[in-house]
């Protein structure tokens, strides 16, 4: 009932905040471009057959740089190319066409003068013909460098007078990366109000994914109960294609696959399927506030969370098309699979998997939450209702178009529910029974789909006039996404993604599964990724490999394998140290280095004894550990959450003490080196983990600063001379007295320090790692490949 209400009082006030009639003019910047010729003529077109005879009236300019004779034209071109939908007769669309093209006109817009004359004529018309003016929207079907100087012309020259709006319409991409995007918005916002402001992401448009919250809504009292991680197993949001990048190259070779698809259309679809339902999908302040929340949650994107690929003509693409010398070769990925996972207690452990790649074998796009299935059933297979049957897998489809349906539609198993939508504008699928999807046939769901199909800028464009902005992309929106993938993007900027033939030969090449909190291709091995003079190494044409180094034990191996190797060392120190001393004191480091070694014990050292692990950091961020800087929050994420581990054997670093960070006076290390002296007998840990930083520190002992590297203190402050700065570490002669010192080094950034710290000797001063030496324990050195020979 109270939804209902709110319903009822959100038409009421939609019908309030109707603005009075009057003349609308929409400026179409780029009218002859390629977007403005297949969409949005027609979604303007589409408008005017809306809203005609609505009390408004209308002006239409088509802008661009082109002089007005090859202008006026390229853009009649276009307009010949408009259509009327089914339920317009034949006689009316004729008129309502030829009355169209008689309000449309072309400008050439390029200078301030162009601008001013614009204005004028607008004003002009508004005179001669007694009419009131209600506002103006500015399209901005232009490339992204554009966009500062049109908005200071229109800011300058062009803005509507008192009394009438302005709604400016920005097409993606919005930034490359976080900083970018902030600062187009902050430059934006020297020129436009953030209401006056709507940032286009067409697939908000899509019937199919303009219905995902209405369905959540109507449905919500079956829904409730299924829509979290007790029920769900997992959602795959999905965009193929069959078509390459072809004539795009130069726009794909700056944003890849993820840029260009992943960060904006996938993740807002994301977000439509994770967020808490608004309790007024008409607000989009609370819509905002409910993405933002479901942004936050969103756990840190990683390198191992994604698999990238690349299909096999893009590179001689590259080369003809930016004129590359033969030898070019590009990373840009066109294929990328992404795992996200998000840390709260409706969706903790429910895999997202978003997937968009081109070259591929079909065209589809598709959200698919699969649900988890604990039925057992008696009955045999053939003796079953296989509608009904609860051993079938159950499913729900937002079908957003292509593929075998053709179209977009709405699926749901018969076995979980028959769903509720809006009988005016969606209908039950009756023909295709026996058409299979996603492992059943057709009629084993509930099928509905729109009564009408209506293009997705259509939808948008009438959402921009009345003033509909639950649809666009708000700046804390924009900048929010932003801060989950720039991240990742900076992570596999030089990740070689993997090469496939494209379409249907690509077979089970790009087929990825999830390993813990990483995805990894099924198919690990290929010939040869990047061609080149003859073939290169690979895992199996090297063992794992014994050495010395700096007087010490060294294992060297590929990453896989030397991660195997020492995660196995490591439960042979804790079963030694838990039979013959009843516990195992294990430190461990922070960063990149380690994650992969925390998802293996996780998820492959079933008998390892974490119940009699005590687990200790050395070193910590001064940062609140809840923080995705925080080392901790690193061990939690991929370590912590997947053991069973008792809560009293956890010590992380008091950094955050009395609502403040390592404030000296709080004593946190004085703290810690009493909880390490008071647990652990003789302040020896039994095993130490440490990595190397490129500059030669280990743990948070940095070059040239004395702190940490000799005298009685067992736990310090220190200062990093990257950010956060302030730091809480271990002190060399703490882990020097360790059992046990195992230093981990991955990637060809640390060949350097590898073979600088292979010729000094004892001088932690310059480089704090040659200072490790248990006193009477053991060191083990254990370097990839990549590390140990470049």
């Not at 990373?331 to 840390?343: K, R």
């Not at 292509?402 to 018969?414: I, W, Y």
């Not at 729109?450 to 992309?473: G, M, T, V």
């Not at 991955?746 to 790692?769: C, F, N, T, Y």
Request: hydrophobic residues 40%; contains cysteine; aromatic residues 10%.
């Amino acid at each position: 009932m109270l939804r209902i209400i709110i319903c009822a009082a959100c038409i009421l006030g939609s019908v309030l905040a109707q603005e009075p009639p009057g003349h609308v003019s929409i400026i179409l910047l780029g009218a002859t471009g390629d977007l403005a010729k297949k969409y949005l003529w027609q979604g303007l077109f589409q408008l005017y057959l809306d809203e005609a005879g609505n009390g408004h009236s209308f002006s239409f300019h088509g802008a661009a740089l082109t002089r007005p004779e090859q202008g006026q034209r390229l853009m009649a071109q276009a307009l010949e190319r408009l259509s009327c939908p089914p339920d317009v007769q034949p006689e009316r669309c004729a008129q309502l066409r030829e009355r169209f093209l008689q309000l449309s006109r072309y400008w050439q817009l390029q200078t301030a003068e162009d601008y001013v004359a614009l204005r004028e004529d607008i004003e002009t018309r508004l005179q001669q013909e007694g009419l009131r003016e209600a506002g103006r929207i500015f399209y901005f079907s232009v490339p992204a460098f554009a966009y500062l100087e049109i908005a200071q012309h229109i800011n300058s020259s062009c803005r509507p007078g008192p009394g009438a709006w302005l709604r400016v319409v920005l097409e993606k991409p919005f930034g490359h990366d976080r900083r970018s995007a902030q600062e187009l918005s902050k430059e934006l916002g020297t020129f436009f109000r953030e209401e006056e402001m709507y940032r286009v992401d067409h697939y908000l448009g899509k019937q199919t994914v303009a219905q995902i919250l209405p369905f959540r809504d109507r449905n919500w009292k079956a829904l409730d109960r299924l829509w979290s991680r007790h029920h769900v197993d997992r959602v795959e949001i999905i965009m193929k294609e069959t078509v390459d990048a072809e004539g795009r190259i130069s726009f794909y070779e700056e944003y890849g696959v993820i840029r260009d698809v992943i960060q904006n259309h996938l993740t807002e679809i994301l977000m439509y399927v994770a967020m808490e339902l608004p309790r007024n999908l008409s607000d989009p302040e609370e819509l905002l506030r409910r993405k933002l929340q479901t942004f936050r949650a969103l756990r840190s994107l990683e390198k191992g969370s994604v698999v990238l690929g690349q299909y096999q003509a893009y590179g001689g693409q590259v080369q003809k098309e930016l004129q590359k010398p033969a030898g070019y070769v590009s990373l840009t990925p066109t294929f990328a699979g992404v795992l996200l996972q998000i840390d709260n207690l409706r969706w903790e452990g429910v895999p997202f998997i978003l997937m968009s790649g081109k070259a591929l074998d079909e065209r589809v796009g598709y959200v698919r939450i699969v649900f988890k299935n604990r039925a057992y059933c008696t009955q045999s297979e053939s003796h079953r209702d296989s509608g009904k049957s609860q051993c079938q897998p159950r499913q729900i489809i937002f079908y957003i178009g292509h593929g075998v349906l053709g179209g977009p539609a709405v699926l749901v198993s018969r076995n979980l529910f028959k769903p509720s939508l809006p009988t005016r504008s969606w209908q039950e699928i009756q023909e295709m029974p026996d058409l299979h999807l996603f492992g059943q046939q057709l009629a084993d769901f509930h099928a509905y789909r729109p009564r009408q199909e209506r293009d997705a800028y259509s939808i948008l464009i009438s959402h921009i006039f009345h003033r509909q902005k639950n649809s666009f992309i708000t700046t804390e929106n924009l900048l929010a996404s932003w801060d989950v993938w720039t991240p990742l993007l900076d992570s596999i900027a030089q990740e070689v993604p993997r090469i496939y033939p494209g379409g249907a030969s690509n077979q089970h090449l790009l087929d990825f599964e999830q390993e813990g909190s990483q995805v990894v291709f099924v198919q690990r091995e290929v010939e040869q990724l990047v061609s080149g003079p003859g073939p290169g190494p690979v895992p199996g044409d090297f063992s794992i490999l014994r050495s010395k180094y700096r007087n010490s034990s060294l294992v060297s191996a590929w990453p896989e394998e030397l991660i195997a190797r020492l995660a196995s060392d490591i439960e042979a120190a804790a079963e030694w140290a838990v039979r013959h001393r009843g516990e195992f004191h294990l430190a461990l480091s922070g960063g990149a280095s380690p994650v992969a070694l925390f998802q293996r014990l996780a998820t492959r050292h079933y008998s390892f004894p974490w119940g009699h692990t005590h687990l200790w950091l050395v070193d910590e961020r001064c940062v609140p550990l809840t923080d995705p800087e925080s080392n901790f929050q690193g061990l939690h994420v991929h370590l912590l959450q997947h053991i069973r581990v008792p809560y009293c054997n956890i010590h992380p670093m008091p950094v955050h003490l009395h609502r403040r960070l390592c404030v000296e006076e709080d004593q946190g290390a004085e703290l810690y080196a009493k909880e390490i002296s008071a647990l652990v007998s003789n302040s020896s840990f039994d095993l130490v983990l440490l990595g190397v930083g490129t500059d030669g520190h280990t743990a948070s002992l940095f070059p040239h600063s004395p702190t940490g590297l000799e005298g009685d203190k067992l736990v310090v402050l220190t200062e990093s001379p990257a950010k956060p700065h302030q730091r809480m570490s271990l002190s060399l002669p703490l882990i020097n007295r360790a059992k046990k010192v195992a230093v981990l080094a991955m990637g060809k950034r640390k060949r350097d320090i590898a073979l600088l710290v292979s010729r000094v000797g004892h001088e932690p001063q310059k480089w704090p790692i040659s200072g490790v030496l248990p006193t009477s324990g053991q060191l083990i050195w254990y370097m990839d490949y990549d590390a140990f020979l470049g």
